[in-house]
T-cell receptor
Framework: AQSVAQPEDQVNVAEGNPLTVKCTYSVSGNPYLFWYVQYPNRGLQFLLKYITGDNLVKGSYGFEAEFNKSQTSFHLKKPSALVSDSALYFCAVRIAGGGYQKVTFGTGTKLQVIP | DSGVTQTPKHLITATGQRVTLRCSPRSGDLSVYWYQQSLDQGLQFLIQYYNGEERAKGNILERFSAQQFPDLHSELNLSSLELGDSALYFC?????????????FGPGTRLTVL
């Protein structure tokens, strides 16, 4: 069985400060990892993914995420938060490899950037 | 805009009723996924279809069913509706990008059961 944990329901950060949204995962094999963002009344939008290679992955809107195999984590980061980053963020995992594999989403973390 | 369309945007109905939610995937995407998002349950995977065939089932109730048609659009049927079925229902389609199937989400259908 695979799972994703987002330990914080909500993260508050001041505008201009660095932000981190935490994600840990569990899979029986190598993972593919994803971050999605959901703005109010909208569907989920893809931010970035880790498949293989460099542990630091850069994505849309200045976000990046660091894959840490030993800690089974894939935290989302941004050096300087914007008010417009306020949204719901979802981490997701699937087992690496070709063909169909089930994707499991975390419960989401609400990011509030305070002006 | 992800290219995935869902209709209707909003649906208000009464307990015991039946509704149908519709999803059109991005052009060329063969896989369609259905998710339920409620305040207390987060994003729950319901079911996946690939080119008309059921591929995977998640936490889908027996009162719910889905199908994917030859033109690849999909419908999610919810019957004997209960108050707890009130939620956002998302459809996603996927394409293989850089060796992984990346999901693209529609804007969702908000279902309110009164």
């Amino acid at each position: 069985a695979q799972s994703v944990a987002q330990p914080e329901d909500q993260v508050n950060v001041a505008e201009g400060n660095p932000l981190t949204v935490k994600c840990t995962y569990s899979v029986s094999g190598n993972p593919y990892l994803f971050w999605y963002v959901q703005y109010p009344n909208r569907g989920l939008q893809f931010l970035l993914k880790y498949i293989t290679g460099d542990n630091l992955v850069k994505g849309s809107y200045g976000f990046e995420a660091e894959f840490n195999k030993s800690q089974t984590s894939f935290h989302l980061k941004k050096p300087s938060a914007l008010v417009s980053d306020s949204a719901l963020y979802f981490c997701a995992v699937r087992i690496a490899g070709g063909g169909y594999q089930k994707v499991t989403f975390g419960t989401g973390t609400k990011l509030q950037v305070i002006p | 805009d992800s290219g995935v369309t869902q209709t209707p945007k909003h649906l208000i109905t009464a307990t015991g009723q039946r509704v149908t939610l519709r999803c059109s995937p991005r052009s060329g995407d063969l896989s369609v996924y259905w998710y339920q998002q409620s305040l207390d349950q987060g994003l729950q995977f319901l079911i996946q279809y690939y080119n008309g065939e059921e591929r995977a089932k998640g936490n889908i109730l027996e009162r719910f069913s889905a199908q994917q048609f030859p033109d690849l659009h999909s419908e999610l049927n919810l019957s004997s509706l209960e108050l707890g079925d009130s939620a956002l229902y998302f459809c996603a389609s996927s394409a293989w990008t850089s060796g992984v199937d990346e999901q693209f989400f529609g804007p969702g259908t908000r279902l309110t059961v009164l």
